[in-house]
């Protein structure tokens, strides 16, 4: 079964500090991986997007890294800012049609002052 | 903010009665998905509209139902309301079925009593 996990559940740091998310997938076969940030009781703004071929890609703070060896990716954010707060949702996409997003079910973070 | 717009931002509905969210897609966007996301999970695909024809759906029972109008704008209806209906409902629309790049709406939070 296709299924992308996320890890941490929650997560509370200090502003300033840095922190690194993490998904694991079982999609297969796999067309790309994207991070959505999703402040609350908003839609998902996507950050980053990554193909088979790319290990990493950058927005900003928010740094993306993928392993489609291991079906792992990490979702880092350098000197976080309050303005972080928010869902961080791994959306992983298989090959076909219109139904082939797989949707993680997100990391709360809390940035605190 | 994505151009994509959700009416209205929050409903109450009493089990039993039926309701309708309402999608404007972003400009030159033929293509809109719904998605329901329950409280600390992911988004999950409802169904997608291409040119006013459903483009495919997700495993939900025949009293979720759409339509796209030709303006591309679109409709989530859903009849019988449970109380598991209560949930932040997003669309998102693209480009085309093919694209990968989906824009998503604010949501409509919906809650049955």
């Known amino acids: 079964k296709n299924q992308v996990e996320q890890s941490p559940q929650s997560l509370i740091i200090l502003e300033g500090k840095n922190c690194t998310l993490q998904c694991n997938y079982t999609v297969s076969p796999f067309s790309n991986l994207r991070w959505y940030k999703q402040d609350t009781g908003r839609g998902p703004v996507s950050l980053t997007i990554?193909?088979?071929?790319?290990n990493t890609k950058s927005n900003g703070r928010y740094t993306a890294t993928l392993d489609a060896d291991t079906k792992q990716s990490s979702l880092h954010i350098t000197a976080s800012q309050l303005s972080d707060s928010a869902s961080y949702i791994c959306v992983v996409r298989g090959t076909g049609g219109y139904n082939k997003l797989i949707f993680g079910a997100g990391t709360r973070l809390a940035v605190h002052p | 903010e994505t151009g994509v717009t959700q009416s209205p931002t929050h409903l109450i509905k009493t089990r039993g009665q039926q309701v309708t969210l309402r999608c404007s897609s972003q400009s030159g966007h033929n293509t809109v998905s719904w998605y329901q996301q329950a409280l600390g999970q992911g988004p999950q695909f409802i169904f997608q509209y291409y040119r006013e024809e459903e483009n495919g759906r997700g495993n939900f029972p025949p009293r979720f139902s759409g339509l796209q109008f030709p303006n591309y704008s679109s409709e989530l209806n859903v009849n019988a309301l449970e109380l598991d209906d209560s949930a932040l409902y997003l669309c998102?629309?693209?480009?085309?079925?093919?694209?990968?790049?989906?824009?998503f709406g604010p949501g409509t939070r919906l809650t049955v009593t």
């Open positions: 998102a629309s693209s480009l085309d079925p093919g694209e990968d790049e989906q824009y």
């Open positions: 990554m193909t088979f071929s790319e």
